[in-house]
């Protein structure tokens, strides 16, 4: 099968999305032909296309030159590539977490009466007052009709699946819930865990809602708590919360390290007290299924999309409840039994959303919509 993947950003730029691209396509090019074309944005002294041979495939990567502009990287080479490509794709594979990208592919597949896929990471909300005046038009006018033209839709969970279908007027029937993929391989063995730290992993975005971590954690402090936090990504609003941290006074309890690779990620879930997700909206976060592979207790917001993938795995909170988040990690915190039953749970969960079923169910779905 030749298989097109098309995605605004990828590795070694950090997301999630990024991360779910990049193991679908690996994963695929064992036995199909596949290209993914993305951008260059975040990916400095890497070649602009890598070729890595698959058992009976092959997976190949080329970062378009692009400019960056309000948050979405444009790539004015992305219409001749899906129009020239050779051989014909059976279908292309968009993944929607940016703007123009998704709308470049629905052309481009009907101008060459190619199948494609639309798969939603995330449902976009207005970051700022800009963004509530000119979002719901652009959903309405724009990216409505291009979710409603894919001759499939992709959502991580049920919640999402209504919410698409919901907003954007989507045909139930052509809208498939294929929940993210997490390597359950790969988790470290069993070690002794601390019970005095939490951890966020993630890309430092207004999204992921680390303020109200940090205010959590204060509010820990000044009931004589002994906690510390590792804050382990990147991200935009790295500096502001680096100063609320100061304005804080957790200078000695809060660590911002940055980046770290997969291996220093995996050997954190394995030590750390609990994971925290406080985001103030989400797809099906990666980190949320790699901490659950961990074994890792979790504390997160009580968004629908986490309850559903978490189930009885993740301690969920309403973070916009005054206080309500710091109970609920010193609960975490001082709770043996508790910390033990959301482990086990977690280990059990993470079970179902292996990879090598996931890519299946991809696959299949591109056998349903070729008609095979």
Same mark, same amino acid.
């Given at each position: 099968m030749e298989i097109v993947q098309v995605v605004a950003l990828y590795p070694p730029h950090l997301g999630g999305q990024e991360a779910v691209v990049e193991q679908l396509a690996t994963r695929q090019a064992q036995r199909h032909r596949v290209t993914v074309y993305t951008s260059d944005v975040g990916a400095e002294g890497q070649l602009r296309t890598e070729e890595h041979p698959g058992r009976a495939g092959s997976l190949r990567v080329v970062?378009? %030159?692009? *400019?960056? $502009?309000? !948050?979405?990287?444009?790539?004015?080479? $992305?219409?001749?590539?899906?129009?020239?490509?050779?051989?014909?794709?059976?279908?292309?594979?968009?993944?929607?977490?940016?703007?123009?990208?998704?709308?470049?592919?629905?052309? #481009? #597949?009907?101008? %060459?009466?190619?199948?494609y896929v639309a798969h939603q990471h995330l449902v976009l909300r207005p970051s700022s007052r800009l963004g509530r005046l000119l979002l719901p038009a652009y959903f309405r006018l724009v990216f409505g009709p291009v979710l409603r033209r894919a001759d499939r839709v992709i959502c991580l969970t049920a919640a999402m699946r209504d919410e698409v279908v919901h907003t954007f007027g989507v045909d139930p029937a052509r809208v498939a819930v294929i929940a993210n993929g997490v390597d359950t391989t790969g988790v470290p063995a069993a070690r002794p865990r601390r019970t005095d730290e939490l951890l966020f992993v993630g890309?430092?975005?207004?999204?992921? !809602?680390?303020?109200? $971590?940090?205010?959590?954690?204060?509010?820990? %402090?000044?009931?004589?708590?002994?906690v510390r936090v590792r804050i382990i990504g990147d991200g935009p609003e790295r500096r502001r919360l680096q100063d609320l941290t100061d304005r804080l006074a957790l200078g000695d309890t809060v660590a911002f390290e940055g980046r770290r690779d997969r291996?220093?990620?995996?050997?954190?879930?394995?030590?750390?007290? #609990?994971?925290? $997700?406080?985001?103030?909206?989400?797809?099906?976060?990666?980190?949320? =299924?790699?901490?659950?592979?961990?074994?890792?207790?979790?504390?997160?917001? *009580?968004?629908?999309?986490?309850?559903?993938?978490?189930?009885?795995?993740?301690?969920?909170?309403?973070?916009?409840?005054?206080?309500? =988040?710091?109970?609920?990690?010193?609960?975490?915190?001082?709770?043996?039994?508790?910390?033990? %039953?959301?482990?086990?749970?977690?280990?059990?969960?993470?079970?179902?959303?292996a990879w090598p079923a996931v890519t299946a169910s991809v696959e299949g779905l591109y056998a349903e919509v070729l008609g095979r």
């Open positions: 970062r378009l %030159r692009a *400019a960056w $502009l309000a !948050n979405t990287p444009l790539m004015p080479g $992305l219409v001749a590539r899906l129009l020239t490509h050779t051989p014909r794709p059976d279908v292309i594979h968009v993944h929607t977490g940016q703007a123009f990208v998704p709308e470049i592919v629905a052309l #481009a #597949a009907t101008l %060459r009466r190619t199948r890309r430092l975005a207004v999204q992921k !809602n680390v303020e109200a $971590l940090l205010h959590a954690t204060a509010a820990l %402090r000044a009931q004589g708590r002994d291996a220093e990620i995996q050997d954190a879930y394995a030590r750390t007290t #609990a994971l925290v $997700l406080p985001s103030t909206h989400e797809g099906m976060p990666l980190v949320l =299924l790699e901490a659950m592979a961990a074994g890792t207790p979790v504390v997160a917001a *009580a968004l629908p999309e986490i309850v559903e993938v978490g189930g009885d795995a993740v301690l969920t909170v309403d973070v916009a409840a005054p206080g309500a =988040l710091a109970g609920a990690l010193g609960r975490v915190l001082d709770d043996v039994p508790l910390r033990s %039953r959301l482990a086990a749970a977690a280990a059990a969960r993470a079970r179902a959303y």
